[in-house]
């Protein structure tokens, strides 16, 4: 879960610190990471665990749901395990994560 502090939100903090988690989570040849966000299409709960969609930009999926706004999502990191993890600036979405080249570009 994270927490971004008032005023460092809407800036692709938790989408950089989810990068790193699993670039980290790769490099230790960890076999899945799972999330426990909100689902803002859900409530209108605020959110110490992250949003959802954040995730799911990220490449998680949801694997499980027991009630309607807190989806478990997992991310296969086996599936990416031949591929670079980077990080690069979408205008869209802040910091995501792209499989890249050796250059560093999509």
């Given at each position: ?52 969609s ?6 998680f ?46």
């Amino acid at each position: 879960c994270f927490y971004v502090r008032k005023g460092y939100r809407r800036q692709g903090v938790t989408s950089a610190l989810i990068a790193a988690a699993l670039k980290v989570a790769k490099r230790a040849k960890v076999p899945a990471l799972e999330a426990y966000p909100v689902d803002a299409d859900e409530t209108k709960s605020a959110s110490g665990t992250g949003f959802a969609s954040t995730f799911e930009r990220a490449g998680f999926k949801t694997v499980a749901r027991h009630v309607p706004p807190r989806p478990i999502m997992r991310h296969d990191l086996k599936a990416i395990a031949g591929l670079p993890i980077a990080l690069d600036r979408d205008p869209q979405v802040g910091m995501s994560i792209w499989p890249n080249t050796e250059s560093g570009r999509r």
